[in-house]
Structure formats: C-alpha cells, structure tokens
C-alpha cells in the first residue's frame, strides 16, 4: 500500500483532528502517502481530495472540530453513491481508507469494504455508543463539558434552592448523561437503557425535600425525553418549580482533553498499521488500555455495552 485516504464523517467530535494528525504523521513516517477527504462521504462522491503533508497536521492536535470538515450524507447509502466514491479513490490511486465517525460512518466504511475497498474504522463521537470500543475519541471532552455545566447550574441551584433539569446529548446511548450525572453528583439521571419510572422519581425528591435538601439536580439524555416535556411530566406529578438547561452543541466542540488526544493518537496510529498489514473491513477500539480492532461487519451486529454497574452505583449513591 503507498497512498491511503483519511475521512471524518457524521457528528464532529474533540480530538478527531489528533486522530487525523496521527493517521497522516505515521503513514508518512512509514513512507506512505496521504490523501484529506473533505466533507466526509459527500466529499468523497464529489472528488473534493487533498494531498496531507506533515505540515498539513501542524498545530492541530489541541483543537476541536475536524480540519476535514464533516457532513452527514444521504447520497453514500445508495450503491449508486457508493460506486462514485469508490471511483474518485482509485482515480487518486488511494489503496486503503480510514474513516473517523460514529455508527453512520461504518456503515459508510462497511460498504466500501463491501465493494473490496480496504476501509478501517476509527470510533469518533461524543455520544460513546459504538460497540468494539470502551470509549470513543470526544466522549472524555464531552463528559467534562458537561460536568462543568453541571458544576456551575449547582451554583445557581443551591442560591436559589431550585430543582433543574439538565437535558444532555448521546443521542440513543445514556452514556454522557450516566458518566456526567455520576461525577457531578446528579440526584437523578434518566437514561434510555434503563425507563425510569417517573412516580418513583417523584418520590425519591420529595423523600429528599422532607430531609431538608433544598435543590437537585436531574440530568436527563435526549434519547429518553426533552428536558422541558420532562419538567412538565414533574411539574403535574409533584407541583414542583424547575429550570429547565438544555446543554446542546456546546457538548460537540472544545480543545480536547489529555485523554481524547491520546486515544485519538493511539487509535490512528493502529488504524495505519492494519492498512499496511494489508488488512481491511475493521474498526479499532480501545479495552482495558490494550489497541484493539475488531471485524467491522460483526460490530455494525452489536450494541455497544452498557454499564450496569455504573448505573448501580449512581443510584446508590443518589440517595
Ligand atoms: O452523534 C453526535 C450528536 O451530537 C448526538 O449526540 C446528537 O443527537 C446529534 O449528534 C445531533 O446531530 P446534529 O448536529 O446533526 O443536529
């Protein structure tokens, strides 16, 4: 293999740039060359492709956001679109494919792997919802955006003795809304993969109420309910007052964190080495700090592992 392509696609998320960085810095320190995808598979269909150099990916590694830009794209889940994305890649001379995004992109890398194209997936989303992986480059960043709301709205709760309804992202995953409500000492965290049962939430904030807590913080993901529809539903159970936060994509952006920038290293880096060991038709992940990869047709079967005992933990110590 001497010429490789590098794409983000779907959501963007902090440290896709690091990942890009490490992606071109490593092919080329191995003698390859690398070619930026713009717009992800939109992009691809329209040909819009530019050689990367070192310096290409200078300055970058701090910075949230895609370099390469990003885009959702209808076009690519037809054969048609896939068939002339396949063709812009051999028109460069592109032998292999990484593809930085969340579920939607593999499929995007599943069908080009599919048409015997050599495509590795790179799990890039804030949203932590792709199985083959424990964490997913921009979840950590993400995760201390929202604390930091968290932190602050408490400020406010506490001044004004004030129950509020923070309204998180992570799309069907509870991922965001669990890690967050856990480290930001959430009384309350509604998570689609657990229905939360709104009398028993009622209870447990009036039982908090009569022992003389005087504000909570209820953090709810998106794929349960809005925040606002959420505070009605509590509103007409209890009568309680609550301000309703809706943290949005501010949760998207931001420099990213140690830990995003050294997955994202590690990730792109191991992406390159398959390609070179002339593999395709993967996705990489992290386990246990261990580089990983895994069948990206198995993955795209999965759901991503959800943890119980987190969610446990956060009820134990909600109390
Ligand atoms: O997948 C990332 C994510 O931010 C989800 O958490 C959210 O549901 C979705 O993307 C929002 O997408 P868009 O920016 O296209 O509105």
Known sequence: MRKIGVLTSGGDAPGMNAAI?????????????????????????????????????????????????????????????????????????????????????????????????????????????????????????????????????????????????????GRDAGDIALWSGLAGGAETILIPEIPGDLKDIARRLEKGMERGKKHSIIIVAEGVTTGTDFAAKLKEETGIETRVSVLGHIQRGGSPTAFDRVLASRLGAKAVELLMEGKGGRAVGIYKDEI???????????????????YTLSKELSI
């Open 21 to 169: 960085r490490a992606v071109v810095r490593k092919a080329i320190f191995h003698g390859l060359e690398t070619y930026g995808i713009y717009q992800g598979f939109s992009g691809l269909i329209a040909g819009n492709i530019k050689k990367l150099e070192v310096g290409s990916v200078g300055d970058i590694i701090h910075r949230g956001g895609t370099i390469l830009h990003s885009a959702r794209c209808e076009q690519f889940k037809t054969k048609e679109g896939q068939l002339q994305g396949l063709e812009q890649l051999k028109n460069k001379g592109i032998e292999g494919l990484i593809v930085i995004g969340g579920d939607g992109s593999y499929m995007g890398a599943r069908a080009l792997s599919e048409l015997e194209f050599p495509c590795i997936g790179i799990p890039g989303t804030i949203d932590n919802d792709i199985p083959g992986t424990q964490y997913t480059i921009g979840f950590d960043t993400a995760l201390n955006t929202v604390l930091d709301a968290i932190d602050k709205i408490r400020d406010t709760a506490t001044s004004h003795e004030r129950t509020f309804i923070i309204e998180v992202m």
């Open 292 to 310: 990983v990869d895994e069948d990206l047709f198995s993955i795209l079967e999965k759901a991503h592992d959800f943890n119980q005992n987190l």
